[in-house]
């Protein structure tokens, strides 16, 4: 039986001054305690760090690139929410705007396209395989 949720992912590029191994653990170590309860106020139920590398081409909502070549990027961050609407106002929050965004400055490569978020996307998402009860 498939279940469905809404996702968002956000390819991202590191902060040029960090190995991707320093990127990682920083990532993992040092942000993910600092989104956790803001998460949980904004119906973000899920967040998943993959530790992925590559190239992509940023493109809007309608798949029209934005870019004439691939960008790199270090990970993808994927959210389950609840809402889109909800996610989106969770980045007016003020622990998002005091805590979480001066620790991306840190962790992103602010002069990336899309400064360091290369590319959001969101849709619905459908779970295929889910653990035995």
């Not at 968002?8 to 001054?17: E, F, G, K, Q, T």
């Not at 007016?92 to 840190?106: A, N, T, V, W």
């Amino acid at each position: 039986m498939t279940s469905t949720f809404k996702q968002v992912l956000c390819y991202i590029a590191r902060n040029p001054s960090m190995t991707q191994e320093q990127f990682y653990d920083h990532w993992k170590n040092k942000h993910a305690p600092l989104c956790v309860d803001w998460a949980h106020k904004y119906g973000i139920r899920g967040y998943m760090q993959i530790r992925a590398a590559g190239w992509v081409t940023p493109a809007d909502s309608n798949g029209k690139p934005l870019t004439e070549a691939p960008v790199e990027y270090d990970g993808i961050a994927l959210f389950e929410v609840t809402s889109e609407e909800l996610f989106n106002q969770a980045f007016e929050d003020e622990h998002f705007l005091h805590h979480i965004r001066p620790d991306e400055d840190r962790m992103l490569d602010r002069e990336a396209f899309g400064r360091g978020i290369i590319m959001t996307a969101s849709g619905e998402g459908l779970k295929i395989i889910t653990p035995k009860d």
